[in-house]
């Protein structure tokens, strides 16, 4: 049966645990993910990362959202085109650094160690791979490196009605978030193959969620156990799917979805 | 919690809505040490039990403990019944103090009060400067100055008192805009200034922010502890704000995990000495007796004892 849904949402996370920015298209290529998706990271210095590490590591050898939470406090845009960070508090600019420049590092460094609450003299390091992005499931292998989240706003929506919470659909940090499919379809689509947006894709993984997306979106803080409500009312941890782009097109927001 | 039978031997109003109790022991022994920041639970004479800063410096034999209570007409009864019941003479049960919002040795503070959120800040604030202390700063917001209680305690250099009747809503920003790790902030007061603080300084160290916990989320009170290490007896402090888990790792220790959301149960570790306050969904009543998941749950003990579950007491499990 041919279900008809639609691209709500577009993001890309250009730095690993910090803010989503929205995007109107994304460019994929077979194989390929999301550009500029999760291709900056911030290493712990004591961890499984140096400077040329060509694998994937697990999410634990990185500040991110699961272990720092506050991160989700500070409103960040990189901007792709010139590797500019701003980072912002409640609309004050707090952070202009250029990730381009060996200064521009250093000034990064030195904010992020105080808001992590590094000891004195310790710097997170700033991990970029040409060619590598960061996301959580990278540690698989370098085909699922670039894989493509998706999110079912239905299935959130499901989530909600069953148990009386407000879920951010963007605590869950996804590419792509599409609707109008049946609430968990997407679950049951493993192995298969279908049209996001006019790029065929193909159904690879469940996404099995951690605490991160207990962490709301700009509160700085865990505030909803997602993790246990998923448990208590389904009995898994699932929300959301991995996607593997099969052919070369332009995902645009709006766009249908054809399963 | 050791219960005490205090005897009210003092009270007067502040302001039309906050009233000061002394509470004494009725045959004039001293009571339990306490340091500012400390807490007692009093249960009102309608039953309600209620947590109330103490408002004086405190030490390590104090002859009363003083408590002000805003009376609150939205509220529950408890403030209701301190007001209505309560007079010079009545004894009531007191909770011996308890420490959840301590204060920490710092080169400089920043006390940020609203409302009858000044009461452990006083306490603090007349401790600090009693020593002679400087840089101590305090910002206090209320309604009116007739809303303010200790007004004419802060009048000084280093103190601003706001009133948003006549002057709006106050800009905290100015105050929080350049982080200082020589500076602590502490916090107390209704919720939305405690939010505003957080999300003001979001970009300071969590170590330097300190939230008066039982006036927050209830979901995110922890109070600190210690965990021994039992392979090799290390210490590791246990942060307010930080996970078991976070804190065994950031000393070398390593702890395998997966959902940091207690319900997966990778991280769980046996508990060998100590009592713990279990928050995960995944260990059965028997299993809790010896093991802990250290991504959500805390020691309520001052101590706790654990090591690999490899450790786990064959008798027990």
């Known amino acids: ?259 | 919690m050791s219960e005490l039978r205090l005897r009210v031997s003092g009270s007067a109003d502040l302001t039309p809505t906050v009233r000061r109790f002394a509470l004494t022991d009725p045959r004039g022994a001293a009571l339990p040490a306490y340091e500012p920041g400390a807490h007692v639970v009093i249960t009102t004479p309608a039953g309600h039990k209620r947590s109330y800063s103490l408002v004086e410096p405190g030490g390590a034999r104090p002859r009363e403990y003083v408590v002000c209570v805003r009376r609150d007409p939205g509220g529950r009864g408890g403030s209701a019944s301190m007001h209505d019941d309560v007079a010079v003479g009545t004894e009531l049960p007191v909770s011996a103090p308890v420490n959840r919002f301590p204060l920490h040795p710092s080169p400089k503070y920043l006390f940020i009060a609203g409302g009858i959120g000044i009461t452990p800040v006083r306490a603090m604030v007349r401790r600090l400067r009693a020593q002679g202390r400087s840089g101590v700063r305090v910002l206090y917001l209320t309604r009116s100055a007739g809303d303010t209680p200790f007004l004419r305690e802060f009048g000084g250099s280093d103190d601003t008192v706001h009133h948003s009747d006549e002057h709006g809503l106050f800009d905290l920003w100015p105050h929080l805009a350049e982080p200082d790790d020589d500076v602590r902030v502490y916090c107390c007061g209704p919720a939305p200034l405690m939010q505003a603080v957080r999300t003001l300084t979001a970009h300071w160290r969590a170590s330097r922010i300190h939230m008066e916990p039982f006036a927050a989320d209830h979901t995110s009170i922890s109070a600190p502890f210690k965990a021994v290490w039992a392979p090799d007896g290390r210490e590791v402090d246990v942060p307010a704000h930080l996970s078991l888990l976070d804190a065994l790792r950031r000393d070398g220790i390593p702890v395998e995990s997966s959902c940091e959301a207690g319900v997966c149960g990778t991280c769980r570790l046996a508990l060998l000495s100590g009592e713990v306050e279990h928050h995960d969904s995944v260990l059965t009543e028997d299993e809790r007796l010896t093991s802990v998941v250290a991504c959500v749950s805390r020691a309520v003990s001052p101590e706790v004892v654990v090591g690999p579950r490899d450790h786990l007491r064959k008798d027990l499990s």
């Not at chain 1, 996370?13 to 995007?23: E, N």
């Not at chain 1, 060509?54 to 050898?61: D, H, N």
């Not at chain 1, 989240?149 to 499901?158: G, I, K, Q, T, W």
């Not at chain 1, 448990?231 to 593997?244: A, C, D, F, K, P």
């Open chain 1, 1 to 259: 049966m041919r279900t008809a849904g639609v691209v709500r949402e577009l993001f890309r996370y250009p730095v690993k645990g910090l803010s989503a920015q929205p995007l109107d298209q994304a460019v994929l290529e077979p194989g390929g993910g999301i550009p500029h998706d999760r291709t900056f990271a911030f290493a712990r210095p004591d961890g499984g990362y140096r400077p040329g590490t060509r694998k994937g590591l697990s999410k634990q050898e990185f500040f991110a959202l699961v272990s720092d939470h506050r991160l989700s406090g500070l409103d960040t845009s990189f901007d792709v085109e010139t590797d500019v960070l701003v980072t912002r508090v409640a609309g004050h600019e707090v952070l202009e650094a250029d990730l381009g420049t060996e200064e521009g590092i250093a000034t990064a460094l030195r904010f992020f160690a105080r808001v992590l609450d590094l000891p004195a003299g310790v710097l997170p390091v700033l991990a970029r791979e040409p060619g590598r992005r960061f996301t959580d499931a990278s540690v698989a292998g370098d085909d699922s490196m670039n894989w493509v989240s998706v999110v079912n706003l239905a299935s959130v929506r499901d989530l909600e009605a069953r148990t009386g919470a407000a879920v951010d659909p963007k605590r869950f940090r996804a590419n792509v978030l599409v609707d109008g499919l049946p609430a968990w379809s997407e679950l049951d689509m493993i192995g298969e193959e279908f049209d996001l947006g006019g790029v065929r894709v193909r159904a690879v993984h469940q996404t099995k969620r951690c605490a991160a997306t207990e962490v709301g979106p700009g509160a700085g803080r865990r505030d909803l156990p997602v993790v246990t409500l998923l448990n208590r009312t389904y009995g898994h941890q699932l929300m959301g799917i991995y996607v593997e782009v099969l052919t070369a097109g332009t995902v645009e927001k709006g766009a249908e979805v054809v399963v």
